[in-house]
């Protein structure tokens, strides 16, 4: 059988764009090649206690507000979605200081002023009206997403200049006072916070998602993707697990099939790719294609954001009190800031701590993550290895760095101390292991405001029919890739 469209990958992307084209009644086919779709949102589960990866929580879902009208498309509104406190979404921990991250535009600003003098610092009134001003940015991001994505085309994106101005020099100019700035970047592991390159919309966009509301999900980020797999399926769409592309065959600046081992080929009018870019381009022949070296260099030669290191931590029943709150643990306002390219050590590195929302309403969590972030020179000693083979030092390392992790988090929540039945790890080699993103990469390629026309990438490829979806494109997370989702399905679906 000849599809409409065939699908690379079964992350959120892959899927969010599988469910859009089976509803414009196109026949789907998706090729993932782990036993479980999800990609990133794939859950796992310990001695019974069922873990998230790549999922915490997402922003905007609150009625009228962005991921809402997507999710509402998507028959995604009735899992069972937790909201997080709105006065305190996010706690963000510098050296002891807390500081509350809280919903509502104003509610936000006057939140984070009170907890400044609250902690002894005084926020000048010029200070005061440039957080107020970044707030209506916010409010204004948040307003005009639709905007943005009614054009259809990521090259006006990236021309627009939200995307080509860096956030830290706007924070400065706007705000002039750097503990304020160091504040607002406190939830950093939401993004890679690269003084250098991070640009004004990936900052605001994603905060001003998170300042509309923020929510976790019971049960864990997994059910969004078999929701949506049951649903492409109900509708006469494939989803195939356990078969990896290997190869896109390519024939007169088309593509014609993909390639599932041992000579087996699923045939397709149109192709999308939910994989890395780099990885896409891996699997097209270099000889006779249409995609000029040129193109692959571009795309190949891309950085890509820092990896992460997760500890999931197994609970004894009834001992750790739920938090219905993140906790950002910081070292102090300068560091969270990468200025100059230096890493802090693993002692000193900005750390995110997510409780899992209990059954039943009960007061006590049984899990809790701890992510941190990891640069890939940091395990590529071992890049040679495969999971669950990768030797004696490489545990030794994980369980090292786990004990320094739970340490640092135990001096904020010394409820945790005594009540840890498992410890589980994974390192950015994890996720290349099972998502197959370069270098493990968690938000994929690293957004650039100087270079936005070449860090920013369309959903079209020099391959007529091969389109590209997911984090890698426009913006990272829940929300990034539902927004790139959406375009990529418009496009395909008008090629027809
Ligand atoms: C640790 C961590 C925490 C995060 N926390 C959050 C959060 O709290 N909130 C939030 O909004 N975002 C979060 N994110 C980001 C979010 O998870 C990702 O942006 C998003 O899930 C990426 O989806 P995707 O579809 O682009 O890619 P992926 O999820 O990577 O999907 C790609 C899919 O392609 C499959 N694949 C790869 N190669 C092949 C092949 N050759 N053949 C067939 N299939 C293949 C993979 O197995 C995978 O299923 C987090 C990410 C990480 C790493």
Same mark, same amino acid.
């Not at 009644?25 to 310990?46: D, H, M, P, Y």
């Not at 963000?92 to 936000?108: C, K, L, P, Q, T």
């Not at 840890?420 to 996720?431: K, N």
């Given at each position: 059988?000849?599809?409409?469209?065939?699908?690379?990958?079964?992350?959120?992307?892959?899927?969010?764009?599988?469910?859009?084209?089976?509803?414009?009644?196109?026949?789907?086919?998706?090729?993932?090649?782990?036993?479980?779709?999800?990609?990133?949102?794939?859950?796992?589960?310990?001695?019974?206690?069922?873990?998230?990866?790549?999922?915490?929580?997402?922003?905007?879902?609150?009625?009228?507000?962005?991921?809402?009208?997507?999710?509402?498309?998507?028959?995604?509104?009735?899992?069972?979605?937790?909201?997080?406190?709105?006065?305190?979404?996010?706690?963000?921990?510098?050296?002891?200081?807390?500081?509350?991250?809280?919903?509502?535009?104003?509610?936000?600003?006057?939140?984070?002023?009170?907890?400044?003098?609250?902690? #002894?610092?005084? =926020?000048?009134? !010029? /200070?005061?009206?440039?957080?107020?001003?970044? &707030?209506?940015? *916010?409010?204004? $991001?948040?307003?005009?997403?639709?905007?943005?994505?009614?054009?259809?085309?990521?090259?006006?994106?990236?021309?627009?200049?939200?995307?080509?101005?860096?956030?830290?020099?706007?924070?400065?100019?706007?705000?002039?006072?750097?503990?304020?700035?160091?504040?607002?970047?406190?939830?950093?592991?939401?993004?890679?916070?690269?003084?250098?390159?991070?640009?004004?919309?990936?900052?605001?966009?994603?905060?001003?998602?998170?300042?509309?509301?923020?929510?976790?999900?019971?049960?864990?980020?997994?059910?969004?993707?078999?929701?949506?797999?049951?649903?492409?399926?109900?509708?006469?769409?494939?989803?195939?697990?356990?078969?990896?592309?290997?190869?896109?065959?390519?024939?007169?600046?088309?593509?014609?099939?993909?390639?599932?081992?041992? #000579?087996?080929? =699923?045939?397709? !009018? /149109?192709?999308?790719?939910?994989?890395?870019? &780099?990885?896409? *381009?891996?699997? $097209?022949?270099?000889?006779?294609?249409?995609?000029?070296?040129?193109?692959?260099?571009?795309?190949?030669?891309?950085?890509?954001?820092?990896?992460?290191?997760?500890?999931?931590?197994?609970?004894?029943?009834?001992?750790?009190?739920?938090?219905?709150?993140?906790?950002?643990?910081?070292?102090?306002?300068?560091?969270?800031?990468?200025?100059?390219?230096?890493?802090?050590?693993?002692?000193?590195?900005?750390?995110?701590?997510?409780?899992?929302?209990?059954?039943?309403?009960?007061?006590?969590?049984?899990?809790?993550?701890?992510?941190?972030?990891?640069?890939?020179?940091?395990?590529?000693?071992?890049?040679?290895?495969?999971?669950?083979?990768?030797?004696?030092?490489?545990?030794?390392?994980?369980?090292?760095?786990?004990?320094?992790?739970?340490?640092?988090?135990?001096?904020?929540?010394?409820?945790?101390?005594?009540?840890?039945?498992?410890?589980?790890?994974?390192?950015?080699?994890?996720?290349?292991?099972?998502?197959?993103?370069?270098?493990?990469?968690?938000?994929?390629?690293?957004?650039?405001?100087?270079?936005?026309?070449?860090?920013?990438?369309?959903?079209?490829?020099?391959?007529?029919?091969?389109?590209?979806?997911?984090?890698?494109?426009?913006?990272?997370?829940?929300?990034?890739?539902?927004?790139?989702?959406?375009?990529?399905?418009?496009?395909?679906?008008?090629?027809?």
């Amino acid at each position: 059988m000849k599809y409409d469209v065939v699908i690379i990958g079964g992350g959120l992307g892959g899927l969010e764009c599988g469910y859009m084209l089976a509803k414009k009644g196109l026949s789907v086919c998706i090729v993932e090649k782990n036993a479980r779709t999800g990609g990133c949102l794939q859950n796992f589960t310990r001695n019974g206690h069922i873990f998230d990866t790549g999922f915490h929580y997402v922003g905007g879902l609150a009625e009228g507000q962005p991921l809402n009208k997507i999710f509402s498309a998507l028959g995604l509104l009735d899992l069972p979605w937790k909201q997080l406190d709105t006065d305190c979404f996010d706690e963000v921990i510098f050296n002891g200081e807390r500081y509350r991250f809280a919903n509502g535009y104003d509610n936000f600003t006057e939140t984070l002023l009170h907890d400044c003098e609250k902690n #002894g610092h005084t =926020i000048n009134a !010029k /200070a005061q009206s440039g957080l107020k001003e970044y &707030a209506n940015l *916010l409010k204004e $991001i948040g307003e005009t997403t639709f905007d943005r994505l009614n054009k259809k085309s990521l090259e006006h994106l990236a021309a627009e200049s939200y995307f080509s101005k860096p956030i830290y020099q706007y924070l400065k100019e706007t705000i002039y006072n750097e503990l304020l700035i160091g504040i607002l970047g406190g939830t950093s592991l939401k993004m890679e916070l690269e003084e250098k390159t991070l640009p004004l919309y990936t900052f605001s966009q994603i905060n001003s998602s998170f300042v509309q509301s923020a929510w976790r999900l019971r049960g864990g980020g997994e059910q969004i993707a078999t929701t949506l797999a049951a649903k492409i399926e109900g509708m006469g769409g494939k989803v195939l697990t356990r078969l990896e592309v290997t190869r896109i065959v390519e024939k007169d600046g088309k593509a014609e099939a993909v390639e599932i081992g041992a #000579g087996e080929y =699923i045939e397709g !009018k /149109a192709f999308i790719s939910n994989l890395h870019p &780099a990885l896409t *381009l891996s699997l $097209i022949n270099r000889e006779n294609s249409s995609i000029k070296n040129i193109f692959r260099r571009r795309i190949c030669n891309l950085e890509n954001t820092f990896g992460m290191f997760t500890v999931n931590l197994a609970l004894k029943a009834g001992r750790v009190p739920y938090l219905n709150r993140n906790i950002f643990i910081n070292k102090n306002t300068d560091t969270v800031w990468n200025k100059n390219g230096e890493r802090e050590n693993f002692e000193n590195r900005s750390l995110m701590v997510s409780f899992q929302v209990p059954e039943n309403e009960a007061v006590h969590t049984d899990n809790i993550d701890i992510l941190m972030p990891m640069y890939w020179n940091e395990v590529s000693k071992w890049e040679g290895t495969k999971l669950f083979r990768r030797g004696e030092e490489y545990e030794d390392f994980k369980a090292k760095t786990a004990e320094i992790c739970i340490r640092r988090v135990e001096e904020y929540l010394p409820d945790l101390k005594g009540t840890i039945e498992g410890t589980f790890t994974s390192t950015p080699l994890t996720y290349r292991d099972y998502t197959g993103t370069i270098n493990g990469s968690a938000y994929g390629i690293r957004k650039d405001y100087s270079r936005a026309m070449l860090t920013v990438l369309s959903p079209t490829t020099p391959l007529q029919n091969l389109f590209l979806t997911g984090q890698n494109l426009n913006l990272h997370g829940i929300l990034g890739v539902s927004m790139t989702a959406l375009m990529t399905s418009a496009i395909v679906e008008g090629s027809f």
